[in-house]
């Protein structure tokens, strides 16, 4: 799993031509490491973008490529996990994905294909079913690993007391002013591997926040290096010893 990735997450969601012209220079610049999710609605884009790198020879084959993609909330019920996984490869145009997480720690209803979420849809995660489903997609060599994101020591603790195949990954939003430093020793002493997201705080999401970017403290650092806040937060996060998933659609940077 190469440590930096690029996500594909950009708000709103929508299928978008810049998603994919974006992937495809990031390969062109080296990128071999990819995250997209079915929620995103960038799988689409990402898949044609390898297509159109593999038919310009900027990479041999697709297994040059590490790409995870996750199981959304209103997928994660038991018996459908793997028609979602199915349907993720379709979208994809892959054979398999390297690999795949349940996106959160909660469900919702089925069908509820939206990041607008009213609270009376939300549901209780039946971890059991839902985490054998995700091992199944393992068994029938649809994805090399699985694991999970945004989940708490508590779920994780919970998934781990029934799991026959442990996640291998736990991925968390992480930056300076967000160090999840209990959750990555607890990962740690479990074997689980930590992948930051919205290292940069994301400023202008639902989820992001504001206040990385913003730092005075950070700023400072910055100053006195002679380097960017982005830079800056970039670095730390890569220097902990953790995977990190940066997002830009332009190619400067």
Known sequence: ??????????YPFEVSDTTREAVLQAIELGYRHFDTAMIYQSEQPLGEAINEALRLGLIASR???????????ADSH???VVPALQKTLKNLQLEYLDLYLIH???????????????????MV??????????????????TKAIGVSNFTQKKITQ????AKIPPAVNQ????????QKKMREFCKTRGIHVTAYSPLGAKGTPWGMNNVMESDVLKEIANGRGKSIAQVCLRWVY????????KSFNKRG
């Open 1 to 10: 799993m190469p440590l930096i990735g690029m996500g594909t997450a950009a």
């Open 239 to 246: 220097e902990q010893g953790v995977s990190v998933v940066v």
């Open 172 to 179: 968390v939003e992480m930056n300076p002013l967000w160090q």
């Open 125 to 142: 995660l039946d971890i059991k079913s839902v985490w054998e489903g995700m091992e199944q997609c393992k068994r029938l060599g649809l």
């Open 78 to 80: 038991g018996d459908i």
């Open 104 to 122: 959160c720690g909660w469900s919702l209803k089925r069908g509820y294909y939206s990041f607008s979420v009213d609270p009376k849809d939300f």
């Open 159 to 162: 998934l781990l007391a029934t």
């Open 63 to 73: 297994d040059e490529l590490f790409v995870t993609s996750k199981l959304w909330c």
